[in-house]
């Protein structure tokens, strides 16, 4: 959505250009330096620092609301207050978190609220006004509102990580955008549309919106694992062995993979042996495999394949060798592909190559697009999901306590309904409700068994719900922390009345129907007061000043790999890394009102840690002035712009006034 801005929203604004970071510079830099679609709206410039600003607050336990023995309670969190706040407070799980699974509200215009302040002071502790659909700014107002909740998602996340995110039809295209800037396209990992309802409303206007979305994106696509959902018989009887394949029941999948713009030599043409025709991958798709084993592939129906250059715009085309450009010659009474075509037949009477050519529409051998078996004995433990989810289920109570679910089902909104009134009863006041089995198959595919979920928008508590199930049916340890604020401006808190209830119910297995059984777990109730915690604000400071340090530091003569390793021990006061030498790096800063500067006091305990961590006595140290030279020390001076940023006043310190003299 790209609109004129006014001065104060403008990314060129030199103002807002001083206040961003050194990684916020250089990631505007790229992005400029990019050819295509960028995304701009007004206040995209504010929102993209405005997570910084934003402070950790002190957490009270309400054991009242809790649930669980005194271990389990440890092991899982539920916090009320306002989600931008909750995950700056939960700075200690950034980079820890397997799955972010959240269902934000969709802008349908009585389900969120912006606050104009926040715009400068995301602090600020009014709740806004209600965001209604007919007003004018309400796309911009919820981008401004999700796009640094979407960045603190990110930081949240481990290099494995997943978000998934729920969505429907009024913001999909611009939540898409957001996260192909903030992700990047390359880590999008699925587009999931799931049936939320089994039959059109008789108020639906045109084509029903019968379907929701799931936008699922990596942190780093290379490092995700997706798992596999448990297999059924009803999904081993889609798999098929027309050909008597020795290797048993297979199913067709697709031969290319998302990726073209990050592997440009797997996009090219492929000539059908069957038909002469050219086969390309579809749009941003490219074929499965490197080119030597592509080329292997379609040489196993007998037929020779050369690189050919066809001046397409891509890389050389595999064609049948002797056969015509099929781009500019006719193929169809080509020799060589009827040759080809004789061959391929051959092949076709017996057990076909793993890549095959499908039938076409008329039901012709072999005249359709390339396609991949997937044999059944390769998904014994489990299938590989497909991006549609439809729901069988209509009228029949969901079991809750199953593991067998096909990957075509994913419940609907009318069952999430029915599963929530189940455990606390009717007048809940929730219309809508995602269903225990989508979130539950979402979980399974993206977090291992003993990892952790966080769910920054937990309403009804379902995430919560759906892990304590598969911990009990898979004998797993997943935690969750969830987050809710509630209603405030109705006095409903429903992360306690609702969010906590629903947990604690089915923890304790006194469900409103009277059918609930106990899961094992439990979970801690905690509340964000309106006081901030300045020693985490403190700590939160000096972690992003050692990101600076680590990023920031290169050695040029380590050009491959990594420069800095971060020390995993966080006990130590000035040692924060070491380099491939085995020397110690050592900042200097404990807040701005704190020493900043390397004395001889400091020296020594650098060299007291360096000792303890099995170091070299070669020290790199980081910090505003070194007043204590001495040898075997180098010394690096922590610029005046990154302490100004963690809040040091270099314009009033003493320092900076006897310089000023000098110079004078």
């Known amino acids: 959505m790209t609109t004129r801005k006014d001065d104060e929203d403008a990314v060129d604004n030199l103002d807002?250009?001083?206040?961003?970071?050194?990684?916020?510079?250089?990631?505007?830099?790229?992005?400029?330096?990019?050819?295509?679609?960028?995304?701009?709206?007004?206040?995209?410039?504010?929102?993209?620092?405005?997570?910084?600003?934003?402070?950790?607050?002190?957490?009270?336990?309400?054991?009242?609301?809790?649930?669980?023995?005194?271990?389990?309670?440890?092991?899982?969190?539920?916090?009320?207050?306002?989600?931008?706040?909750?995950?700056?407070?939960?700075?200690?799980?950034?980079?820890?978190?397997?799955?972010?699974?959240?269902?934000?509200?969709?802008?349908?215009?009585?389900?969120?609220?912006?606050?104009?302040?926040?715009?400068?002071?995301?602090?600020?502790?009014?709740?806004?006004?209600?965001?209604?659909?007919?007003?004018?700014?309400?796309?911009?107002?919820?981008?401004?509102?999700?796009?640094?909740?979407?960045?603190?998602?990110?930081?949240?996340?481990?290099?494995?990580?997943?978000?998934?995110?729920?969505?429907?039809?009024?913001?999909?295209?611009?939540?898409?955008?957001?996260?192909?800037?903030?992700?990047?396209?390359?880590?999008?990992?699925?587009?999931?549309?799931?049936?939320?309802?089994?039959?059109?409303?008789?108020?639906?206007?045109?084509?029903?919106?019968?379907?929701?979305?799931?936008?699922?994106?990596?942190?780093?696509?290379?490092?995700?694992?997706?798992?596999?959902?448990?297999?059924?018989?009803?999904?081993?009887?889609?798999?098929?062995?027309?050909?008597?394949?020795?290797?048993?029941?297979?199913?067709?999948?697709?031969?290319?993979?998302?990726?073209?713009?990050?592997?440009?030599?797997?996009?090219?043409?492929?000539?059908?042996?069957?038909?002469?025709?050219?086969?390309y991958p579809q749009e941003g798709r490219c074929w499965r495999n490197e080119r030597r084993k592509m080329k292997a592939a379609v040489e196993e129906w007998g037929v020779t394949y050369e690189d050919r250059d066809l001046d397409d715009g891509l890389r050389p085309a595999l064609l049948i060798k002797g056969a015509r450009n099929p781009l500019t010659e006719d193929y169809a009474s080509d020799a060589v592909v009827a040759a080809a075509q004789e061959k391929a037949l051959a092949v076709r009477s017996q057990d076909w190559p793993r890549y095959f050519w499908r039938n076409d529409q008329r039901r012709r051998p072999g005249h359709g697009e390339l396609r991949y078996k997937t044999y059944l004995e390769e998904v014994a433990g489990g299938v590989v999901p497909t991006t549609f989810w439809a729901s069988t289920e209509e009228t029949q109570e969901l079991e809750l306590g199953s593991i067998s679910w096909p990957h075509k089902e994913s419940g609907t909104s009318e069952i999430g309904v029915r599963e929530l009134n189940a455990v606390v009863g009717r007048g809940h006041g929730f219309d809508t409700v995602k269903p225990m089995k989508l979130i539950q198959k979402i979980v399974q595919l993206w977090c291992p068994p003993d990892g952790t979920v966080v769910d920054p928008f937990a309403g009804s508590g379902t995430t919560g719900h759906a892990v304590l199930a598969l911990n009990q049916t898979e004998g797993a340890r997943r935690r969750f922390i969830l987050i809710e604020q509630g209603r405030p401006e109705k006095g409903d808190s429903y992360a306690r009345s609702l969010t906590a209830d629903r947990l604690a119910r089915v923890i304790s297995g006194d469900w409103a129907d009277g059918k609930g059984s106990p899961l094992p777990g439990g979970f801690e109730f905690r509340q964000l007061t309106k006081r901030v915690d300045a020693q985490a604000l403190l700590q939160m400071e000096r972690e992003e000043m050692v990101d600076t340090v680590v990023s920031s530091y290169f050695d040029s003569s380590r050009r491959r790999g990594p420069n800095l390793e971060r020390c995993a021990d966080r006990s130590y006061s000035y040692l924060v890394a070491k380099n491939a030498d085995d020397e110690g790096f050592y900042l200097v800063w404990d807040g701005p009102d704190q020493n900043t500067d390397f004395t001889e006091d400091v020296w020594e305990a650098c060299v007291q840690e360096g000792e303890q961590a099995n170091l070299k006595p070669k020290y790199h140290v980081y910090a505003r002035f070194n007043l204590f030279p001495t040898t075997g020390v180098h010394f690096y001076q922590i610029p005046d712009r990154i302490l100004a940023d963690f809040g040091l006043d270099v314009r009033t310190d003493s320092y900076a006034e006897d310089d000023e003299e000098d110079q004078e």
């Not at 995301?122 to 007003?135: E, F, L, R, W």
């Not at 509102?145 to 990110?154: E, I, N, V």
């Not at 898409?176 to 992700?183: H, V």
């Not at 009803?234 to 798999?239: L, Q, S």
């Open 16 to 279: 807002d250009l001083e206040l961003l970071s050194k990684d916020e510079l250089i990631a505007m830099l790229h992005e400029r330096a990019e050819a295509g679609v960028k995304l701009s709206f007004p206040g995209k410039a504010l929102a993209r620092r405005i997570s910084r600003k934003v402070r950790p607050h002190v957490q009270r336990t309400v054991a009242k609301y809790s649930a669980g023995s005194e271990a389990e309670q440890a092991r899982n969190l539920l916090i009320e207050g306002d989600n931008l706040q909750a995950l700056v407070t939960l700075y200690r799980e950034r980079g820890h978190v397997d799955l972010i699974l959240t269902d934000p509200p969709y802008n349908t215009g009585n389900d969120f609220r912006y606050n104009d302040k926040w715009d400068h002071d995301p602090n600020d502790a009014g709740i806004g006004d209600i965001v209604s659909a007919d007003d004018r700014a309400k796309h911009t107002k919820w981008m401004k509102f999700m796009f640094p909740r979407l960045r603190l998602m990110k930081q949240m996340l481990k290099p494995s990580g997943v978000l998934a995110i729920c969505i429907d039809h009024r913001e999909l295209f611009h939540l898409g955008q957001m996260l192909d800037e903030i992700f990047g396209e390359q880590n999008r990992l699925a587009i999931i549309n799931w049936q939320k309802i089994t039959s059109p409303k008789n108020h639906d206007q045109g084509v029903s919106t019968a379907t929701e979305y799931v936008l699922v994106y990596a942190k780093n696509d290379e490092a995700v694992s997706t798992g596999r959902i448990r297999r059924s018989d009803k999904t081993a009887a889609g798999y098929v062995n027309p050909d008597s394949d020795p290797r048993g029941a297979w199913a067709p999948s697709d031969s290319t993979l998302m990726g073209a713009s990050t592997h440009p030599g797997q996009v090219y043409g492929i000539q059908n042996p069957f038909t002469g025709r050219l086969h």
